[in-house]
């Protein structure tokens, strides 16, 4: 169970200047115990959101769509190149910053707009994962997602 085949990798943020506002890509933001530096705060067990790179085709599958880009799903992070749900229960170590996940994160109603009808049941289990801040840090588009192992101070 504590097996994985790599590490994942971060293939983009964004950021909400303000409640629902667009999200906006960035590189690179700080993660502090609020959430990300320029992102509207949201505090404790949801200072910030993942969703998984490899959920997209799917979500676009279950919704009759042609695409979706990250902006659209309203999740701070994407990750590739490890399942999300198997780091449950865990310290995850994501660029210099450590987080555990709290909570599925589920859609919201605005899915049913930005996706068209179903597209809320779309991303039903395919919404990513909420979480909270155990170790501020910078993160960036390319770091590394792992398990935190001993040497991070988590078992």
């Known amino acids: 169970m504590a097996r994985h085949a790599g590490a994942g990798r971060v293939a983009w943020i964004g950021l909400r200047p303000e409640r629902l506002a667009d ?3 960035v590189e690179a933001a700080e993660l502090g115990e609020a959430g990300l530096e320029g992102d509207h ?3 404790g067990k949801r200072a910030l959101t993942l969703i998984q790179a490899e959920h997209l085709p799917v979500i676009v599958a279950l919704a009759g769509i ?10 701070n992070v994407v990750v590739s190149g490890i399942n999300l749900t198997a780091l449950r229960n865990h ?3 994501i660029g210099q910053a450590l987080i555990e996940f709290t909570a599925p994160c589920a859609p919201c109603s605005r899915m ?22 155990l170790e501020p840090g910078r993160i960036g588009v390319g770091d590394s997602v792992a398990r935190a192992g001993p040497r991070d101070g988590a078992t």
Not at 66 to 75: A, I, N
Not at 116 to 133: D, I, L
């Open 23 to 25: 999200l906006v890509a």
């Open 66 to 75: 042609g695409e979706v880009t990250p902006e659209v799903l309203r999740r």
């Open 112 to 133: 049913e707009a930005a996706l068209g009808a179903g597209g809320y049941n779309a991303m039903r289990g395919h919404g990513g994962w909420c979480a909270r801040v």
């Open 91 to 93: 310290p995850v170590r």
């Open 41 to 43: 705060a949201r505090k």
